[in-house]
């Protein structure tokens, strides 16, 4: 997995636990795709203080993740659904496809 797309399923996975500071940053760089410099200037901070902020904001996210595994747990749930999904399709009564279709569907509400 890229390291872009890992830290942003990290901020969906953890980004109620960090500052909104925090949070803020680390969404306007991998979510909004912000260089260091336009999210200093935004925010009234230079550039290697974003750099630092990003830097350790990643290791707390890390952190998280390597006590927790939820995101790790979640990536393997949604794979299942996808798998689910897709025997779904091979399933010769329409009624029971359906009703199956209907959980896996609120099932991934969840997530």
Do not use: P, W
């Amino acid at each position: 997995m890229a390291k872009e797309l890992r830290y942003v399923m990290l901020l969906d996975c953890y980004g109620d636990l960090l500052t909104e500071h925090q949070r803020k940053v680390m969404e306007l760089y991998y979510c909004e795709d912000l260089s260091l410099a336009e999210i200093g200037s935004l925010l009234g901070i230079t550039r290697q203080a974003v750099m630092s902020l990003v830097k350790r904001t990643g290791s707390i996210l890390e952190n998280y993740e390597e006590k927790l595994r939820f995101a790790e747990r979640l990536e393997k749930i949604r794979g299942c659904i996808s798998r689910i999904e897709a025997a779904t399709g091979r399933i010769g009564e329409e009624q029971l496809r359906q009703r199956i279709r209907k959980e896996v569907a609120a099932i991934s509400s969840l997530l």
